[in-house]
């Protein structure tokens, strides 16, 4: 399960061997200036948006890999019953990060100050 870490700088989102492997992906960091928005969502499986490319997708279990669809690029790692934060940058190599974690709700307002 991929974990979100919070600097006074930057914002990292780590992931496990498994979700780099099957996603095609590595650890991001983003600085904090880059973020413009912050919301928890409920069910991340549901607000997924666009085609994979490349990454993983279990039907109604689990997605992990980069969402594209036209002008967005997004990082997503997800999984069912687990709330997300939906992260959208500007001027980073992903549009969105969208995250499953259990803690959603803390990161969010962490991040609104």
Do not use: H, N
């Not at 948006?49 to 039907?59: D, T, V």
């Not at 109604?60 to 997300?84: F, N, Y």
């Not at 001027?91 to 969010?108: C, E, H, M, N, W």
């Amino acid at each position: 399960m991929a974990s979100v870490q919070l600097t006074p700088g930057s914002l990292s989102v780590r992931l496990t061997r498994g979700e780099k492997i099957a996603g095609l992906l590595r650890d991001v960091a983003v600085p904090r200036d880059s973020i413009t928005d912050v919301a928890v969502v409920a069910d991340g499986l549901a607000a997924t948006r666009g085609l994979r490319a490349p990454g993983l997708a279990l039907p109604r279990r689990r997605k992990v890999g980069t969402w594209r669809r036209p002008g967005e690029r997004s990082l997503v790692s997800v999984r069912r019953g687990q709330p997300a934060l939906r992260v959208r940058l500007t001027g980073q190599r992903y549009d969105s990060l969208l995250v499953g974690a259990d803690d959603a709700d803390r990161l969010a307002s962490a991040l609104a100050r």
